[in-house]
T-cell receptor
Framework: GAGVSQSPSNKVTEKGKDVELRCDPISGHTALYWYRQSLGQGLEFLIYFQGNSAPDKSGLPSDRFSAERTGGSVSTLTIQRTQQEDSAVYLC????????????FGPGTRLTVT | AQKVTQAQTEISVVEKEDVTLDCVYETRDTTYYLFWYKQPPSGELVFLIRRNSFDEQNEISGRYSWNFQKSTSSFNFTITASQVVDSAVYFCALSEAQGNTPLVFGKGTRLSVIA
């Protein structure tokens, strides 16, 4: 079946602009996660959704970052007033609600802020 | 707090050699999950294995094997008879064993297998 998909695959934006990153999880997966991968920081957790609610937003680095999930499916990560330090690969993962916490990752969106 | 340490930043081996990737973790949880992921040059993280903390039985899958030692808080990964296609960055990760929770990743080990 289809895996996790993310769009766009690459995004170049100017400092100060807003960006939206999209994640389509595996069909039927109730849990959805956003992570960020950068050279200096490795893989960092950003936010987790169970259904449409976000029980854990502890990884969001600032109030410029927000995310939503609708219909228990697609999720959008929004970064407002982008800064150069936001440049990274943003990864989305989904997991079935079986308590085994096996997370399946998408290909990521490479964000470059110039 | 949870922490995963992969002390080996980069490893280079010649094809057909065996190689072990080390992973040491810290957690206060009595039950937890441990994972290994592979990130090939294409960039997509590929799930390899999930291990429950109360199951210390070692696991083998083809050329891959995992050694979980709770006494030393280690979950090492061995590739036998390495192949060029094994070249990738390998990440060890840890999570609580309470349903779906975020993964805490190590910094990764870059494995290069030379023909």
């Amino acid at each position: 079946g289809a895996g996790v998909s993310q769009s766009p695959s690459n995004k170049v934006t100017e400092k100060g602009k807003d960006v939206e990153l999209r994640c389509d999880p595996i069909s039927g997966h109730t849990a959805l996660y956003w992570y960020r991968q950068s050279l200096g920081q490795g893989l960092e957790f950003l936010i987790y959704f169970q259904g449409n609610s976000a029980p854990d937003k502890s990884g969001l680095p600032s109030d410029r970052f927000s995310a939503e999930r609708t219909g228990g499916s697609v999720s959008t990560l929004t970064i407002q007033r982008t800064q150069q330090e936001d440049s990274a690969v943003y990864l989305c993962a989904s997991s079935p609600d079986r308590g085994r916490n096996e997370q399946y990752f998408g290909p990521g969106t490479r964000l470059t802020v110039t | 707090a949870q922490k995963v340490t992969q002390a080996q930043t980069e490893i280079s081996v010649v094809e057909k050699e065996d190689v072990t990737l080390d992973c040491v973790y810290e957690t206060r949880d009595t039950t937890y999950y441990l994972f290994w992921y592979k990130q090939p040059p294409s960039g997509e993280l590929v799930f390899l294995i999930r291990r429950n903390s109360f199951d210390e039985q070692n696991e083998i899958s083809g050329r891959y094997s995992w050694n979980f030692q709770k006494s030393t808080s280690s979950f090492n990964f061995t590739i036998t008879a390495s192949q060029v296609v094994d070249s990738a960055v390998y990440f060890c990760a840890l999570s609580e064993a309470q349903g779906n929770t975020p993964l805490v990743f190590g910094k990764g080990t870059r494995l290069s297998v030379i023909a």
